[in-house]
């Protein structure tokens, strides 16, 4: 772990520790608690587990079982671009699979995992709300809808070009200044 990233790591730890004095040191505040950790970090850190383990009175093998029993809680940060494959059943019959196994193949990731560069991760959602769509992959909070294999690599080639862009811009504009 790069030292900027120990360094984010404990500035969440720290700011669990503060929000945990809203709860009480009961095993009942579990979910909640980790519902809070979710949703102000888009991720429960695997070393806050013990920390909430250790406020509510339990094992960390125990806030993990309860951690892993629920799908809404994941356990890496989602890169700037998280993209998510709709796997319900219109997408999966119209081959979702196959968009998924693509978006993993390109960005050299998992289901579940984000990239070395932080850019991209990559989740399995049930259902967007958008069948009429199948097979539809969010990207950001864009929906792509008909996707097709071959458009995986087009979108992801995108937002490296916008990336690209945006380098380029900024250089030229600290060589003005």
Known sequence: ???????????????????????????????????????????????????????????PAEVYGVATFYNQFRFHPPGKHPVKVCLGTACHVKGGDIILENFERKLEIAEGETTADKEFSIERVACVGCCALAPVALLGETVHGNMAPSKVEGLILRIELEKDIARREKEKQNQDA
């Open 1 to 59: 772990m790069i030292n900027s990233e120990k360094e984010e790591l404990q500035e969440i730890l720290d700011n669990i520790k503060t929000e945990l004095s809203q709860f009480k040191k009961e095993r009942s505040e579990l979910i909640p608690i980790l519902q809070m950790i979710q949703e102000t970090f888009q991720y429960v850190p695997p070393e806050a587990l013990t920390l909430v383990a250790s406020y509510v009175g339990i094992s």
